[in-house]
T-cell receptor, first 116, second 111 residues
């Protein structure tokens, strides 16, 4: 079946521009997560959605970062006034919401964002 | 978040077993032990998870120490495709939880 799909796979933009990154989760997965991975760094959590609400936004690095999810499915991560330190691979993951059985997270292959 | 400690890198030969260790001395009674791996240019991939008992699946086995302060991921017969960074992560049992990734172990497989 289809996995988590992210678009675009690569994005190059100039400093100061806004960017939107898209994530299509696996059908039926109500939990959705955004992470980012900077060069030489580990993966860091950004935000978690349960349905359309975001109970945990603790990882968003600044108010330039925002995310939304509509229809309990597609999510968009927006970065305003991009800075060079925003260059990273942005990864999306989804899972079933029933965590009692510790359902695994399924990751997309990410969007590689480069800020010139 | 409970922390895990893994060796930075390990090396093995193709078709041999690989034992990847993880220490988690501050694990709580409700923490599951998860393993993910990340192949080059891909997102992380779930490998296996367990709570107390050893677990087996088509990809690997997970051996958990009796005191749960350490665990070992076992690849029974490594292939070149198993070259990846392997992450050992603790995740609390209740509610959807973010994954807290450490630096992981970079596994190299020699032909």
């Amino acid at each position: 079946g289809a996995g988590v799909s992210q678009s675009p796979s690569n994005k190059v933009t100039e400093k100061g521009k806004d960017v939107e990154l898209r994530c299509d989760p696996i059908s039926g997965h109500t939990a959705l997560y955004w992470y980012r991975q900077s060069l030489g760094q580990g993966l860091e959590f950004l935000i978690y959605f349960q349905g359309n609400s975001a109970p945990d936004k603790s990882g968003l690095p600044s108010d330039r970062f925002s995310a939304e999810r509509t229809g309990g499915s597609v999510s968009t991560l927006t970065i305003q006034r991009t800075q060079q330190e925003d260059s990273a691979v942005y990864l999306c993951a989804s899972s079933f919401s029933d965590r009692e059985d510790n359902q695994p997270q399924h990751f997309g292959d990410g969007t590689r964002l480069s800020i010139l | 978040d409970a922390k895990t400690t893994q060796p930075n890198s390990m090396e093995s030969n193709e078709e041999e077993p690989v034992h990847l260790p993880c220490n988690h001395s501050t694990i709580s009674g409700t923490d599951y032990i998860h393993w993910y791996r990340q192949l080059p240019s891909q997102g992380p991939e779930y490998v296996i998870h367990g709570l107390t008992s050893n677990v087996n699946n088509r990809m690997a086995s997970l051996a958990i120490a009796e005191d749960r302060k350490s665990s070992t991921l076992i690849l029974h017969r490594a292939t070149l495709r198993d070259a990846a960074v392997y992450y050992c992560i603790l995740e609390a049992v209740q509610g959807a939880q973010k994954l807290v990734f450490g630096q992981g172990t970079r596994l190299t497989i020699n032909p």
